[in-house]
């Protein structure tokens, strides 16, 4: 675990075979989020630590951009924990979890969506494609400026506790058909990124960005 920005946390696993890294990410604001759950062997791997940095406090939040096991393999094991936490996920992955067993509550969030709560201002970004060309989301939290891409700028690499200076814009332009199939989806998702100025990007593989 490394805390890479203010109230940031990261949990990581490095994969030296694939060359890879598998991120997931503590928010621990009041009220606190996690964004992705990782696998179950992760997720149990990455609660003791999670339970120590948040100590009394709940884990209200579980921010899953698109229902694979990295990023929601884990839920039991975090409502287990915390009964009450809300996962926050597309409609589609909504429609889905349930019929994986996840009996967690959960609120499908979209681009028109905001949450204002405590000290969290999260707004979502659509994002239509990923290895299942699923209709996933991403978030940001708009008064830290810190966004959680998934894969979106997946990097091979080792990036354990990185962060790495990149700006915005270029990264923005950079989306080409190898992160984003389909032209009108990589225009949509431009168009929605650009509206965004995030300070930090917690990516879900590779290097976290400073933009
Ligand atoms: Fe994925
Ligand atoms: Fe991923």
Not at 41 to 63: D, N, S
């Amino acid at each position: 675990m490394k805390k890479i920005a203010e109230h940031l946390y990261q949990f990581s696993i490095y994969i030296p075979p694939m060359d890879f890294t598998i991120h997931q990410y503590l928010m621990d604001t009041d009220p606190a989020i996690l964004f992705a759950t990782g696998t179950v062997q992760q997720a149990q791997a990455v609660l003791p630590e999670i339970k120590e940095i948040l100590g009394e406090r709940e884990l209200k939040y579980i921010f899953v951009s698109h229902v694979e096991s990295d990023e929601a393999g884990g839920i039991a094991v975090f409502q287990k924990e915390y009964p009450e936490m809300i996962v926050l996920c597309s409609d589609l992955a909504a429609r889905e979890l349930p019929g994986y067993g996840f009996t967690c509550h959960i609120t499908p969030v979209r681009e028109e969506i905001t949450i204002e709560d405590g000290e969290l201002d999260l707004c979502f970004i659509n994002y239509p494609a990923d290895v299942h060309l699923q209709n996933g989301v991403l978030c940001m939290d708009k008064k830290s400026g810190i966004m959680y891409s998934a894969d979106l700028f997946l990097q091979y690499g080792n990036g354990v506790g990185q962060l790495i200076q990149s700006n915005w814009e270029t990264e923005v332009s950079a989306i080409d058909e190898d992160r984003m199939p389909g032209l009108q989806n990589q225009k949509k998702l431009k168009e929605s990124l650009a509206l965004c100025k995030p300070k930090i990007v917690a990516v879900g593989h590779g290097f976290c960005m400073e933009v």
